[in-house]
């Protein structure tokens, strides 16, 4: 069966602090696998990631894939209060494939000030 | 205005009646989904569609009916509500052929059952 872990559940730092957000999966069929960030409303897109070790990067915020290991670490460096959210990942799989766009249940980050 | 929406954004509805939940959008995305979101869950999909006219189940479908006649609606019917179906609900658009892009969600639509 399908599966996409995250670690930790939930995560609770100061700011300024480093974090790094863990998503490992096994599915058959992978194509891609993205970052959400969750507030108190609709997921908003972070990053896509289809190549191993090719890391994407936005600001504080950066991301990298290990397809033969098959996880994606998300890291955030110098934290903020307003990085305070549900972080979660999916994957996304070739089309034809019985499964589509499946989600981890969320990584909660609250950090304080 | 481009994007993808929801109607209604919050509902509450009395068990045993049917109540459909709405989404449209504008991208001619080819795929579409409906998650539902619950605490200690995440989202988990409900239905999804690949192309108008095409539908298929994904990992919590009982209860609930769709349809897709056009590309740019997919409404979610619950045809008997029940309280254990009060939940936030999800949907979602993307591309995934050989062009793919994120999947671009709605802004939710909080149902409860009384």
């Known amino acids: 069966e399908d599966k996409v872990v995250q670690s930790p559940l939930s995560l609770v730092v100061h700011e300024g602090d480093t974090v790094t957000l863990n998503c490992s999966y096994e599915v058959t069929n992978f194509r891609s696998l993205l970052w959400y960030k969750q507030e108190k409303k609709a997921p908003t897109f972070l990053f896509m990631l289809?190549?191993?070790?090719i890391e994407k990067k936005s600001g504080r915020l950066s991301s990298i894939l290990d397809k033969k290991e098959l996880f994606s670490i998300l890291n955030i460096t110098a934290t903020q209060t307003g990085d305070s959210a549900v972080y979660l990942c999916?994957?996304?799989?070739?089309?034809?494939?019985?499964?589509?766009?499946?989600f981890g249940s969320g990584t909660q980050l609250t950090v304080l000030p | 205005d481009a994007g993808i929406t929801q109607s209604p954004r919050y509902k509450i509805t009395e068990t045993g009646r049917q109540v459909t939940l709405m989404c449209h959008q504008t991208?001619?995305?080819?795929?579409m989904f409906w998650y539902r979101q619950d605490l200690g869950h995440g989202l988990r999909l409900i239905y999804y569609?690949?192309?108008?006219?095409?539908?298929d189940k994904g990992e919590v479908p009982d209860g609930y009916v769709v349809s897709r006649s056009k590309t740019e609606n997919f409404p979610l019917t619950l045809e008997s509500a029940t309280r254990s179906q009060t939940s936030v609900y999800f949907c979602?658009?993307?591309?995934?052929?050989?062009?793919?892009?994120?999947?671009?969600f709605g802004q939710g639509t909080r149902l409860t059952v009384v």
């Open positions: 289809t190549s191993s070790g």
């Open positions: 999916a994957v996304t799989y070739r089309p034809g494939s019985a499964r589509q766009l499946t």
């Open positions: 979602a658009s993307s591309e995934q052929g050989d062009l793919l892009t994120e999947a671009f």
């Open positions: 569609s690949a192309a108008a006219d095409i539908t």
């Open positions: 991208w001619s995305h080819s795929y």
